[in-house]
């Protein structure tokens, strides 16, 4: 029986057929179409008989726009019900089981029942596939990586960028590595675990338990690209080529297990000049499966497809531009789930704050902040970081929106000695522009941070 003991801890290339694109011919038996006579059988004539296929189900398509109410659509029950889970529904005057339907900051793609709903977002697909790979994993993609046209579905987009990925990483061969594995056999392979030889079988001489490192393709690398393979072919994508094509890539990896990873626990990979070839195509794959899928059942009719919510795009990538821009660690600039020390606006502690963005020098908090994704300041977000700013009794806070609507501003409140700043940046160009504005972001939290050193010193 094996036992996995440890991932993998050295990388390298072999070529594989496999790695190429091609597709795979495979023969069996009986298996090309022709009909077979048994002996004595008399041939039917006239014309051949036709088989009757049933048509595939007409699709009925509704193309909705982020925070744009639509005309009416018809919709039954259930339709209704499932698609409240992720727009605000209204009912259209004068009209019966009509609705207008208004997205929130969740864009992508969906299909309940023979209903296909897709969800475009303000800004082009290109820069927010741009954007959301830099959040999770640093990678500058710009738009020319994203070849496909302008109104393609979400989940068709992400799975072309997949396979384009894969195929720039497949073509420098297959990655593999070493994995340590235990396993007990009958001829001795690695080293004898004696202690666990003892336990095990103590009168016995086979099978040996033993330990070894495996050279193999079924690493944590490969592992994440199936993973985002198969779940992106689960959907019923517009692009029957692309489907194909995620097809190739989970026959490369034919090898690998295939894993279901928790979209709030997806791994990283640590890259070295060995597995660089493999950083955007697995970075793409985290992005999948950070995610994920949308599934749901309501009135015996199933929904499913692909969802991403912009709020956690725009709060993870301004987080992590910034925190790259400041050349602070993520210990000094974590994100809001992995702040140091617990922040509570009490005294007795019971209400506790997690602020978007934060920046510390050992047990003290010297900024804060929060990244909004919406399209207007809303009072409720200056109560929030005026909060923020009282409980860690800092000077001053900022608030971060995208530029769409916003205009910068400051606010000093009343008898408190806080100043509110809010800021704003441009997301609809590339990422080499996006991430010049972070720069001039970084600045005013720099300023921040060193009014609220001056403040403790002179306290």
Request: neutral net charge.
């Amino acid at each position: 029986m094996r036992r996995r003991a440890s991932g993998s801890t050295t990388c390298s290339r072999t070529s594989r057929n496999s790695c190429t694109g091609r597709g795979i011919a495979s023969t069996t038996s009986n298996s090309n179409g022709c009909a077979v006579r048994s002996p004595g059988a008399t041939p039917t004539k006239g014309p051949p008989r036709l088989r009757r296929t049933r048509p595939a189900p007409t699709m009925r398509e509704i193309d909705l726009r982020e925070y744009a109410r639509s005309e009416s659509h018809r919709l039954s029950p259930a339709e209704r019900d499932a698609l409240a889970k992720i727009v605000t529904i209204e009912p259209a005057a004068g009209e019966m089981d009509a609705y207008h339907l208004t997205p929130g900051s969740t864009v992508g793609a969906l299909e309940i029942g023979d209903l296909s709903v897709r969800i475009q977002p303000k800004i082009g697909i290109p820069q927010l596939l741009s954007l959301a790979c830099y959040a999770i994993g640093k990678v500058k993609f710009q738009e020319t990586d994203f070849d496909f046209p302008e109104h393609t579905a979400l989940p068709d987009a992400l799975a072309a960028a997949l396979v384009a990925a894969a195929r720039r990483a497949f073509g420098r061969g297959l990655l593999h590595g070493y994995r340590t594995e235990e396993e007990a056999l009958h001829t001795v392979r690695g080293r004898i675990m004696v202690a666990e030889q003892i336990r095990r079988r103590f009168d016995l001489l086979l099978p040996v338990e033993v330990r070894y490192d495996d050279f193999t393709d079924d690493i944590l690398a490969n592992q994440l690209v199936k993973a985002a393979a198969t779940r992106l072919a689960a959907l019923r994508l517009r692009s029957r080529e692309t489907q194909r094509s995620l097809g190739w890539v989970a026959a490369t990896l034919d090898n690998v297990s295939l894993i279901e990873f928790a979209s709030k626990d997806v791994p990283k990979v640590e890259f070295d000049r060995l597995n660089a070839h493999y950083r955007e195509v697995v970075e793409l794959s985290r992005l999948i499966l950070r995610h994920g899928a949308f599934e749901a059942e309501r009135g015996g009719i199933r929904a499913a497809g692909f969802l991403m919510d912009m709020n956690v795009v725009f709060q993870e990538f301004v987080t992590v531009a910034l925190r790259e821009e400041l050349k602070a660690s993520e210990r000094e600039f974590p994100s809001d789930r992995r702040l140091p020390h617990r922040i509570s606006l009490d005294e007795g502690g019971q209400v506790g704050l997690e602020p978007d963005l934060s920046w510390w020098d050992g047990a003290a908090c010297t900024f804060i902040g929060d990244a909004k994704y919406k399209r207007r300041v809303d009072n409720d977000d200056l109560y929030q970081v005026l909060a923020y700013a009282t409980a860690l009794d800092l000077p001053g806070a900022l608030l971060i929106y995208p530029q769409d609507g916003v205009t910068p501003a400051a606010y000093q409140v009343r008898h408190a000695g806080k100043r509110l700043e809010v800021a704003s940046v441009d997301l609809s160009g590339t990422i080499d522009a996006v991430l010049e504005s972070i720069g001039a972001l970084a600045e005013r939290v720099r300023a921040l941070r060193a009014e609220s050193r001056r403040v403790e010193r002179a306290a």
